[in-house]
């Protein structure tokens, strides 16, 4: 039985896991812009013309979406409409701007809010963009645009997915919305988020 086809948009280095689960025996196809972090497919979120019409079973973004400018979101996701199958579905992570703005309001705009791989992260870093790696020239880490989750439920409705299903998690500072390009059942998308959205 052929492998249902998982395309990792903005999929970063070589290596690195996307973090998402239930998709552990689908073929991984790995876009970037970035060339020097060898993916399959040399492409933008905005322009994935590699990739054929109604390919793909999924789709996987993990912290892509906030490097758009707010004008180019809808373009990104006419691409994700465009390259899935009837049936397929995206997933997306993000910033959650609305518990990143509940520390700012609280003045922590730039103390640490938590350690990450990369060191520690404010929330300056997550409103605008890694500081430390646009720092050593890697300007592909600016942030340009932002979402709660409603706001990403809502833009991904009007780019033409049928249904959605989200949550929000504030002590992570993140967001995680599935959303189906086809109508299905509340059930449906239910049985869906139980085996993709993290708890």
Not at 8 to 35: K, M, S, Y
């Amino acid at each position: 039985m052929e492998k249902k086809q998982l395309l990792n948009v903005g999929c970063g280095p070589l290596g690195r896991e996307h973090g998402f689960t239930g998709f552990e025996d689908w073929q991984e196809v790995r876009l970037d812009i970035d060339a020097s972090v060898q993916p399959d497919v040399i492409g933008t979120m905005t322009d994935m013309s590699a990739v054929p019409s109604g390919s793909i079973d999924a789709i996987v973004s993990s912290h892509n979406i906030e490097h758009l400018y707010p004008h180019e979101v809808p373009l990104a996701l006419a691409e994700f409409v465009r390259v899935l199958k009837p049936d397929g579905l995206v997933l997306i992570t993000c910033p959650d701007l609305q518990s990143v703005c509940a520390q700012v309001a609280q003045g922590a705009l730039a103390s640490p809010l938590y350690e990450s791989p990369a060191g520690p992260i404010s929330a300056l870093d997550i409103l605008y963009g890694h500081r430390g790696a646009m720092a050593a020239g890697n300007l592909y880490m600016a942030h340009r645009c932002g979402f709660t989750l409603q706001v990403l439920a809502d833009t991904m409705r009007a780019c033409g997915f049928a249904k959605s299903v989200g949550r929000a998690r504030p002590a992570h500072y993140d967001l995680y919305l599935l959303a189906a390009k086809q109508a299905i059942s509340d059930d449906a998308i239910r049985k869906l988020a139980a085996r993709h959205l993290p708890v």
